[in-house]
């Protein structure tokens, strides 16, 4: 499928439901396939990313992934009082990458694209880029500093493993690139390689646990992960906001998606979303199924400890490390501000 045939999916999917609800404001695209072309190939594994815009302050659950005339759609709700504010948008490293370019498709107050204008004009420029990745350092040391010892182990990893992965959003922010989910490390391997820091990245890779991982045994990992996968995805009954990522319309994502990372050479970049997709289908288990948990355990345990954690200790232990890297990882993100001939210097 185009990018251009998704899009239109989403174009038709907005109108006939979304913007039929209170309080609508607009939509945009987000993700991956900012910047890319109608004609450009919409890849297997991924999906085509929204915001929908609503002036309601309290929103429901997102909506997440699903398909709609055969496409992988992936909806996120955004109140307008997260986008108001020009200067917030600006400072915000999650949100400021889709207002770069103008990819609004709907926005029938016209606030959404005057707000677009005003950051687009100011994106590259250097105080608003080093804001952004102050910004992800600040994320970063807000859940490492907020991990709940008592809460379940695979609670724990969640809330150690996503802070440490903000680390490769912090060189893509430096590197004006948008800041990917799944395919972080690729995009921070390919930043600090085009801006002369390609030997930080081990660093990167170290810091997450798995710089020493062969394929094969990311790969076996990944076939525990699909058994546990299938499984979750069939007893989910409670709500979570990732919910939609473990369903069998996500499956070709968080699979054959890492599969294919594995056979192309980024096995190691692959842990991130297999441990991400590991934890939540455990977490899916804990509350839906907890009878069959046991059975999928010594598969988490052993994915874990190949990452070097080995106790709730270990998660500990290793949110420290995280919080250490935190100068190191912001002075190489202030070469590579000086180093990227797309910020302007003001």
């Given amino acids: 499928m185009k990018i251009g045939s998704a ?14 609800e209170e309080g609508f404001m607009g939509a945009y695209f987000s993700g991956s396939t900012v910047g890319k072309p109608d004609d450009a190939e919409m890849p297997v594994a991924s999906d085509l990313d929204l915001v929908v815009v609503n ?10 992934k699903f398909v709609y005339r055969d496409t992988l759609l992936e909806v996120t709700n955004a109140s307008w009082s997260q986008l108001a504010s ?19 498709f709907a926005d029938p107050t016209g606030q959404l694209r005057g707000m677009q204008i005003h950051v687009s004009r100011h994106f590259a420029e250097k105080v608003w880029v080093r804001r952004r990745c102050e910004n992800a350092l600040q994320k970063i040391s807000n859940g490492l500093r907020s991990i709940d010892s008592s809460a379940p182990l695979c609670d724990q990893v969640t809330a150690w493993l996503f802070p440490t992965g903000v680390s490769a959003h912090v060189i893509l922010v430096a590197a004006l690139r948008n800041p990917t989910i799944r395919l972080r490390y690729i995009a921070a391997r390919e930043a600090l390689q085009g801006h002369g820091h390609a030997d930080f990245y081990p660093k990167l890779l170290h810091l997450l646990g798995c710089d020493t991982m062969t394929p094969p045994c990311v790969e076996h990992h990944l076939d525990e992960l699909a058994l546990l996968f299938d499984t979750a995805a069939a007893n989910a009954r409670t709500p979570f906001f990732f919910s939609s990522d473990i369903t069998p ?5 968080a699979i054959e998606g890492s599969r294919e990372l594995i056979h192309t ?10 441990v991400a997709t590991f934890a939540r289908c455990h977490k899916i288990l804990t509350a839906d199924a907890p009878e069959l948990q046991p059975a999928f355990a010594p598969a988490f345990d052993a994915v874990i400890a190949d990452l070097g954690i080995r106790s709730a ?6 949110a420290e490390e995280s919080l250490r890297f935190l100068p190191g990882l912001l002075e190489t993100a202030e070469a590579v501000m ?3 001939p797309g910020i302007v210097d003001r």
């Avoid at 050479?265 to 297999?274: D, K, Q, S, V, Y």
Wanted: charged content about 30%; glycine content about 4%; overall charge neutral.
């Fill in 86 to 104: 020009k200067e917030e948008v600006l400072t915000s490293y999650h949100l400021a990458g889709s207002f770069r370019e103008d990819t609004i």
């Fill in 7 to 20: 899009r239109m999916a989403a174009f038709e999917w907005v109108e006939r439901y979304a913007s039929r």
């Fill in 55 to 64: 002036e309601r302050a309290e929103l429901p659950l997102k909506l997440g």
């Fill in 313 to 318: 200790s270990d998660i500990l232990i290793r």
């Fill in 249 to 253: 319309a996500a499956r070709p994502i």
């Fill in 338 to 340: 000086s180093a990227n």
């Fill in 265 to 274: 050479g980024f096995h190691r970049e692959a842990m991130f979303w297999i």
